[in-house]
C-alpha cells in the first residue's frame, strides 16, 4: 500500500523523470528509511538513480549506531553513501542560533554539497502527511495567513521533492514492520523542548481524543485545497505584474513597475505583486511582513515626490518618477542610478 502511495505521489506531481539523479537524506529513522527502501525498488522501473546522504549531528550517543545502520544498508543494496559528521552543538553556539535550526541549515547544505558532487538534480527528504499537519497547525499559531496553509510543498524549486507527503506516520510504521528494516527511532523526538514536537506530542492527540480523531487528513485536505488555491493567485499575480512592469527601467539590482497600474489593482493583488516582485529581486520575499505590504501600498497612494521605505536591510522601495522601484542593496549602489 505505502509503495503503491508513493509511486502515484510521484507520478501525480510529477517530482521524478526518466534519467534523474536523485540525493535521499537518509537518517536512518523509519521515514527516510522507508523512502529509501521504496525508491531502490521503484528506481529501475521509472528509470531513476539514487545515492544517498545522511548526516551525523554528533549530539546524541545513538548517533554513531545509526550512521552504521545506514551504511550498512547501502551496502548491502550497492547504493552510493555520502557521509559527514558535524559537531551541531558547536555549531549552533558560534552561529547564535538554536540546534534545530543549525541542524536544518546542516543537512540541507549537505545534500546540496552531494548533489553538486555527483551531477545530480533532485534531493528527496522524507517529509510525511503527519509532518504537513503538524507544519499547517504552527504555521496557522504563527498567523503566517493563507499562505501558511499551504505546509510543506511536494516539490521546491524544482530540486526538493517529498515523496511521502501523502502517507501517514501509522502506514509508514507498519510498512517498517511489513519489511522488517528496523529503524533507528530519535528519542529527542519524544521531549516537548521545541513548538513542533509539542504539537505533534501534545496538541494534536488532544485534538485527535477531544475534537476529531481524523484531524492529520483533514489538516491534509486544507492544505491542499490552499496549494491549489495558491497556485491558481501565481498565475494572476504574474500577470498583473507583467503587465505594470516596465522593462526599459529594470536592470539586474533594480525593478520598476507603474504606479498608476499599480494603483488601480484590486488590494489583494498589490499585496502579491510586492512579494512576487521581491521575489524576482532577491530570489525570496523572506523578513517582509504585513506590515511592510501595508506601508509600501500607502506609499505608492500618497505619491507626492520621492518617498522611499526599507522593509528590510536587502531591498529599498522608492516613489520616483510615476513608477515604484524596488532596490537590491540599495545603500551599497550609486542612488543616482534610478
Not at 551531477?119 to 499547517?136: F, P, R, S
Request: hydrophobic share 35%; charged share 30%.
Amino acid at each position: 500500500m505505502l509503495e503503491e502511495k508513493i509511486k502515484q505521489t510521484i507520478i501525480k506531481n510529477e517530482l521524478i523523470n526518466k534519467n534523474d539523479k536523485i540525493v535521499l537524506g537518509v537518517s536512518g529513522g523509519p521515514d527516510s528509511m522507508s523512502m529509501l527502501h521504496v525508491l531502490n525498488k521503484l528506481k529501475n522501473s521509472m528509470h531513476f538513480e539514487i545515492v544517498v546522504a545522511h548526516i551525523n549531528h554528533m549530539i546524541r550517543k545513538e548517533a554513531d549506531e545509526e550512521t552504521l545502520y545506514v551504511k550498512n544498508y547501502c551496502d548491502k543494496y550497492n547504493i552510493p553513501c555520502f557521509i559527514k559528521k558535524i559537531d551541531i552543538l558547536t555549531e549552533a553556539s558560534k552561529h547564535k542560533v538554536g540546534t534545530e535550526e543549525e541542524g536544518r541549515k546542516a543537512r540541507y547544505n549537505f545534500f546540496e554539497e552531494v548533489r553538486i558532487k555527483i551531477d545530480g538534480n533532485k534531493i528527496a527528504t522524507a517529509h510525511n502527511a503527519n509532518d504537513n499537519a503538524e507544519t499547517v497547525l504552527m504555521n496557522l499559531m504563527r498567523g503566517t495567513g493563507t499562505s501558511g496553509l499551504k505546509g510543506i510543498e511536494y516539490i521546491r524549486n524544482h530540486v526538493i521533492i517529498r515523496p511521502l507527503l501523502e502517507c501517514n506516520r501509522n502506514m509508514i510504521e507498519d510498512y517498517c514492520k511489513e519489511e522488517k528494516l528496523n529503524p533507528k527511532y530519535d528519542q529527542s523526538n519524544k521531549e516537548n523542548n521545541y513548538t513542533r514536537n509539542k504539537i505533534r506530542n501534545l496538541l494534536i492527540p488532544y485534538i485527535e481524543k477531544e475534537f476529531n480523531p481524523n484531524i492529520i487528513d483533514s489538516l491534509n485536505r486544507l492544505s491542499n485545497i490552499a496549494k491549489q488555491e495558491s497556485e491558481y493567485w501565481n498565475k494572476i499575480t504574474k500577470n498583473e505584474y507583467n503587465k505594470i512592469i516596465d522593462k526599459e527601467l529594470c536592470r539586474k539590482d533594480i525593478i520598476a513597475l507603474r504606479i498608476k497600474d499599480f494603483n488601480n489593482l484590486e488590494k489583494v493583488v498589490k499585496s502579491r505583486v510586492i512579494l512576487y516582485a521581491i521575489k524576482e529581486l532577491l530570489g525570496n520575499n523572506q523578513g517582509i511582513e504585513k506590515i511592510h505590504i501595508e506601508d509600501i501600498i500607502k506609499l505608492c497612494n500618497n505619491n507626492i515626490g520621492n518617498k522611499f521605505l526599507i522593509p528590510n536591510k536587502k531591498v529599498k522601495v522608492l516613489i520616483k518618477d510615476k513608477r515604484i522601484f524596488f532596490i537590491k542593496n540599495a545603500w551599497k549602489k550609486h542612488e543616482h542610478m534610478v
